[in-house]
């Protein structure tokens, strides 16, 4: 029986708590200030995670799946709703009307033919008993990929994937990419579509791919995609830029507030996520194809003298970049691979997620100065996103299952840089070639 079928059997009878892994820590790269706590290989395929309380909740290719983590150490298998998911790369819950948000691109699973999902969707899921959880309602959409709540989940704000596959002529010829679509979820039982997509000319006066939303403590909603990064208010009243004149912004007509382009993620490459401290804006260019050195980066970018809609009114306006990083030639790494999902500690130390280069812990403190404090990195990882968790940290790998570690560094600038030793590049050169798929991301034996 295959991984997957055994894993929907699983999820199809009588749930028994699955024991953590008690196996030593696994082969490959851990800085010392790294505890390797436990892995459940059963959540293999994780794509992303969200917690509502003591509750995990596991959004996998599989399924969906909800743990019980009052122990961090040892968390305990509760429920699960078998289905394929693609992709739902950042799960969004309600913790308030207890729901989880399942967000589905139009594009099918890998091994899946192409008409299986013709149209993107939003499952809400009622997650008010984690061992029986149950699809509330469905809000089908022509794009689908991430799902983020923007108000408290008063609406939805959904984004990708980054080519139309519906009717021809049903997307505007001059879209390079699909915007952000908003729903109206005020009554879950009755959504309601925006009635306009949102975000629209992000990349120099051009519509393009808009991918994921992350919203911040004061609930500006950032939107990260091809061309940069941009948030805007989804309450209250404000000046719009675009307008010049106050209105009332809410989750269907939100209003521009600071962020624009960057001068990375252009043309191909894109802003993937995004997270806000302070004035300072911590960015993730996506980028599987090219070398480390000129895409798939860390980064921080400088808000300042971004809050006056330059965004949206200039099109070659670009943030001041401050500081990028990669784990190529970094201590614990074997090689190169694309930044991907980043969660803040809350003290300026990251756990950013960099796929086959594992889970690196990055201490932005100084954003111009960006620094590695600890690192995980199994030699099997394909590490998507990490999750900080009352003093843990939960990594959603899409090979390894979910693997839960500790960092003891501290924040704020107070723990030691680790250095990589030294290379020799032509060395390196003459030993290996970049590999014809991936380049320099996966080099290869000459």
Not at 242 to 264: F, H, Q
Not at 310 to 333: C, I, Q, S, V, Y
Not at 365 to 387: E, K, M, V
Request: with cysteine; aromatic share 8%.
């Amino acid at each position: 029986m295959s991984s997957r079928l055994a894993l929907l059997a699983l999820a199809g009878a009588v749930l028994v708590p699955v024991s953590p892994s008690v196996a030593a820590p696994p082969a490959g790269a851990i800085s010392k200030n790294v505890e390797y706590v436990t892995t459940l290989p059963e959540m293999a395929t994780a794509i992303s995670i969200n917690f509502i309380g003591k509750t995990m909740f596991v959004s996998t290719q599989t399924g969906l799946f909800s743990y019980d983590v009052s122990n961090p150490r040892a968390p305990k298998l509760v429920g699960a709703l078998p289905q394929e998911i693609w992709e739902n790369e950042d799960v969004d819950v309600d913790p308030v009307r207890k729901l989880v948000f399942i967000s589905r691109d139009p594009r099918p699973a890998p091994g899946l033919p192409a008409s299986y999902l013709p149209k993107g969707s939003i499952a809400i899921v009622d997650v008010s008993n984690p061992a029986a959880m149950t699809v509330k309602n469905v809000v089908v959409l022509d794009g689908g990929h991430t799902t983020t709540c923007v108000e408290k989940c008063q609406w939805l704000w959904t984004g990708g994937p980054s080519t139309y596959t519906g009717p021809v002529g049903a997307q505007p010829s001059a879209w390079k990419g699909r915007p952000i679509f908003g729903t109206d979820l005020r009554d879950p039982a009755n959504p309601k579509a925006c009635p306009k997509p949102i975000d629209t000319a992000r990349n120099d006066g051009v519509t393009d791919y808009a991918h994921d939303v992350q919203v911040d403590s004061r609930g500006i909603a950032w939107v990260s995609g091809r061309g940069g990064v941009r948030g805007y208010w989804t309450s209250g009243r404000h000046y719009d830029p675009v307008t010049r004149k106050k209105r009332t912004a809410d989750g269907c007509n939100p209003i521009p507030y600071g962020g624009g382009g960057t001068t990375i993620g252009r043309d191909g490459p894109l802003m993937h996520n995004a997270l806000r401290r302070g004035d300072v804006l911590v960015g993730t260019e996506e980028n599987i194809t090219s070398s480390c050195e000129t895409s798939g980066k860390a980064a921080t970018f400088d808000l300042k003298g971004t809050y006056g809609g330059a965004g949206w009114t200039n099109k070659k306006h670009r943030m001041r970049t401050l500081d990028t990083w990669t784990p190529a030639d970094a201590e614990g790494a074997t090689g190169c691979a694309s930044a991907h999902y980043v969660s803040d500690r809350g003290d300026g130390v990251l756990a950013w997620a960099f796929y086959g280069q594992g889970t690196r812990f990055l201490d932005v403190s100084n954003p111009r100065r960006i620094r590695q404090i600890g690192y995980y990195r199994p030699d099997n990882a394909s590490a998507w996103a990490a999750y900080h968790y009352k003093g843990y940290v939960f990594v959603a790998d899409n090979d390894r299952g979910v693997d839960v570690i500790k960092l003891t560094a501290k924040g704020g600038g107070k723990a030691p840089t680790l250095q990589a030793p030294a290379l020799r590049r032509d060395a390196v050169a003459l030993r290996f070639k970049p590999s014809a798929a991936l380049g320099w991301l996966c080099p290869t034996p000459r």
